[in-house]
Nanobody, 124 residues
Framework: QVQLVESGGGLVQAGGSLRLSCAASGRTFSNYAMGWFRQAPGKEREFVAAISWTGGTTYYADSVKGRFTLFRGNAKNTVYLQMNNLKPEDTAVYHC?????????????????WGQGTQVTVSS
């Protein structure tokens, strides 16, 4: 079993930055691909970013490409989502997820463990 806990969300003005963290405990987290998804009120959950278990490959949604960066921490049990130049449309609850099959998928259905989420609110 893997437990994921997100942190770092908050309220920020448009153009500002936040860094989200996802800390894992339980099994061998460093062997898992990781992803971030977000869900805004009244909308479906959408893919944000994913990173391979080695950290060598990353994928981003077009809407965040060039503004968000996903990377693994040195301790290997934490991943970080650096979000710069935030826009009001980035407002959502952000969830991290772990994929034990290492597919580095952009689809939520491929992820096995999920955190509870952290709220990000961007004011205009």
């Amino acid at each position: 079993q893997v437990q994921l806990v997100e942190s770092g969300g908050g309220l920020v003005q448009a153009g500002g930055s936040l860094r989200l963290s996802c800390a894992a405990s339980g099994r061998t987290f460093s062997n898992y691909a990781m992803g971030w998804f977000r869900q805004a009120p009244g909308k479906e959950r959408e893919f944000v970013a994913a990173i391979s278990w080695t950290g060598g490959t990353t994928y981003y949604a077009d809407s965040v490409k060039g503004r968000f960066t996903l990377f693994r921490g040195n301790a290997k049990n934490t991943v970080y989502l650096q979000m710069n130049n935030l826009k009001p449309e980035d407002t959502a609850v952000y969830h991290c997820a772990a994929d034990v099959h290492r597919s580095t998928s952009t689809y939520a259905r491929d992820y096995d463990y999920w955190g509870q989420g952290t709220q990000v609110t961007v004011s205009s």
